[in-house]
Antibody, heavy 120, light 109 residues
Framework: EVQLVQSGAEVKKPGESLKISCKGS????????IGWVRQMPGKGLEWMGI????????RYSPSFQGQVTISADKSISTAYLQWSSLKASDTAMYYC?????????????WGQGTLVTVSS | SYELTQPPSVSVSPGQTARITCSGD??????AYWYQQKPGQAPVLVIY???ERPSGIPERFSGSSSGTTVTLTISGVQAEDEADYYC????????????FGGGTKLTVL
């Protein structure tokens, strides 16, 4: 059974750093892309970027380039999304999802989401 | 930037047919995908490659494409279909990567 299991909810202060994770199982982790999607409270889905764990090829949305870093450790089938300095506007639910291609493909499996709250 | 445009809301009575549209300039060249998201849950893929239905998705969900518009059709709507629906595609140049529509709230009256 394909599963993407994300790390738990986080409460952070502005300016702090954060790294959240997404662990894949039930499939060949290095053969699919893992994308990250933001959903701000009461808002729609926003694509942030995507990584191919097989060779760590990474693409970013122009809206998120330079704001976050996407990485992966294929030895433990885990992808990451990290911030070096959080802002209150980073408060959102973040989902990871699996895709066959970097852009022109669906996200067929999704993680359960990680809620990030940034507040002083 | 590249945008996919959806109506903010659609309302139908149980048993009727709901149609949700998604418009974008690159849709004649790029496939569209549709997701259902219920409150407090992760999105679920309901249509891929414009009109294909994943296993486990009820037959009442279907998709179609015409020019710059794709349509998600839900026939014989049930109360459990009340949710937000998002289309997804990509721009042809790859500049903007993956793009989601703004989402449509389907209300079952």
């Amino acid at each position: 059974e394909v599963q993407l299991v994300q790390s738990g909810a986080e409460v952070k202060k502005p300016g702090e750093s954060l790294k959240i994770s997404c662990k894949g199982s039930g499939y060949s982790f290095t053969s699919y892309w893992i994308g990250w999607v933001r959903q701000m409270p009461g808002k729609g889905l926003e694509w942030m970027g995507i990584i191919y764990p097989g060779d760590s090829d990474t693409r970013y949305s122009p809206s998120f380039q330079g704001q976050v870093t996407i990485s992966a450790d294929k030895s433990i089938s885990t992808a990451y999304l990290q911030w070096s300095s959080l802002k209150a506007s980073d408060t959102a639910m973040y989902y990871c999802a699996r895709s066959e291609l970097e852009y022109s493909s669906s996200f067929d499996y999704w993680g359960q989401g990680t809620l990030v709250t940034v507040s002083s | 930037s590249y945008e996919l445009t959806q109506p903010p809301s659609v309302s139908v009575s149980p048993g009727q047919t709901a149609r949700i549209t998604c418009s974008g300039d690159a849709l004649p060249k790029q496939y569209a995908y549709w997701y259902q998201q219920k409150p407090g849950q992760a999105p679920v893929l309901v249509i891929y490659k414009d009109s294909e239905r994943p296993s486990g998705i009820p037959e009442r969900f279907s998709g179609s494409s015409s020019g710059t518009t794709v349509t998600l059709t839900i026939s014989g709507v049930q109360a459990e279909d009340e949710a937000d629906y998002y289309c997804q595609s990509a721009d042809s140049s790859g500049t903007y990567g993956v793009v989601f529509g703004g989402g449509t709230k389907l209300t079952v009256l």
